[in-house]
């Protein structure tokens, strides 16, 4: 378990410093908030279009009333953006 943390930090490198990966997702499936909100969104996609909700801290299921944890939220939701919101909310610590 202790090599966890190295692990999610060497995989958030992968998918957010990759070239390839930047170069495909930049700007791709542009979203704001209001048409994630209409569409039905949830999770990551929702929070990167800006949209502060996460069913995680609003209903506090499980075991996550036990943690402080941040919520990340972007802007608007690009394919990067959403990948990014995902990505921190596995290394947030």
């Known amino acids: 378990m202790e090599n966890f943390p190295r692990f999610l930090d060497e995989?958030?490198?992968m998918l957010t410093g990759n070239e390839i990966m930047l170069a495909r997702t930049q700007g791709i499936g542009r979203l704001d908030g209001s048409r994630a909100i209409n569409a039905g969104l949830t999770g990551p996609v929702l929070r990167a279009s800006g949209v502060d909700?996460?069913?995680r801290k609003v209903d506090g299921y499980g075991f996550y009333p036990r943690f402080a944890f941040r919520v990340p939220l972007g802007e608007h939701a690009t394919a990067t953006t959403a990948t990014c919101c995902a990505s921190s909310k596995c290394v947030s610590r």
């Open 11 to 13: 995989y958030e490198r």
């Open 53 to 55: 909700y996460d069913v």
